[in-house]
Nanobody, 127 residues
């Protein structure tokens, strides 16, 4: 089992920045690819960003590319999502997720391929 706990959400004005943190515990953090998904009210949970083990490759949804940066600190069992130039449409609950490292990179963007999920953290972008 891997337990994931997100933090860092909150209310921010358009154009502002936030950094989300996902702390992992339980089984070893190694050999897990990590992802961030988000779910806006009334919508399905959607892929935002992912990073492979041990951190060589990153992937982003087109909607966040160039504004969000995913990173990981394996010594601290932590994954981060730095969000810049935030827009009202970025408002959502953000979830951290983990899946066993897999050579098929397409799996990183598939919600059903993740084995563990955090409880989510709310991000609201509004003036």
């Amino acid at each position: 089992q891997v337990q994931l706990v997100e933090s860092g959400g909150g209310l921010v004005q358009p154009g502002g920045s936030l950094t989300l943190t996902c702390a992992a515990s339980g089984r070893t953090f190694s050999d897990y690819d990590m992802g961030w998904f988000r779910q806006a009210p009334g919508k399905e949970r959607q892929f935002a960003a992912a990073i492979t083990w041990p951190g060589g490759s990153t992937y982003y949804a087109d909607s966040v590319k160039g504004r969000f940066t995913i990173s990981r600190d394996n010594a601290k069992n932590t994954v981060y999502l730095r969000m810049n130039s935030l827009k009202p449409e970025d408002t959502a609950v953000y979830y951290c997720a983990a899946q066993r490292a897999n050579p098929n990179r397409a799996y990183l963007m598939v919600r059903g391929k993740y084995d563990y999920w955090g409880q989510g953290t709310q991000v609201t972008v509004s003036s």
